[in-house]
């Protein structure tokens, strides 16, 4: 992926996610919190936190900063906003 360009909830299914793990991830990317990520979809924060556990082990990481920042350094996405 070129310099400068943006993670996209597609481009993060690249790294062996599920479409919905790549767009919890997406979000998750972001800055939005499980609750947030929860009203997006319309799901219980519990099913966001499943899913983002089973992105996590996918990953091999621990948590959703460790995701997020892999997913960027995978894709060579110049910066992503994590705030």
Not at 54 to 77: E, F, P, Q, S
């Amino acid at each position: 992926m070129e310099e400068g360009k943006t993670v996209s909830a597609k481009s993060l299914q690249q790294l062996g996610l599920t479409t919905r793990e790549a767009d919890i991830l997406y979000w998750v990317e972001n800055g939005k919190t499980n609750d947030e990520v929860a009203t997006i979809f319309d799901i219980a924060v519990a099913t966001i936190k499943k899913h983002s556990e089973k992105t996590y082990h996918t990953l091999g990481v621990d948590n959703r900063t460790t995701a997020a920042m892999l997913a960027v350094d995978d894709l060579g996405i110049a910066e992503v906003d994590l705030l």
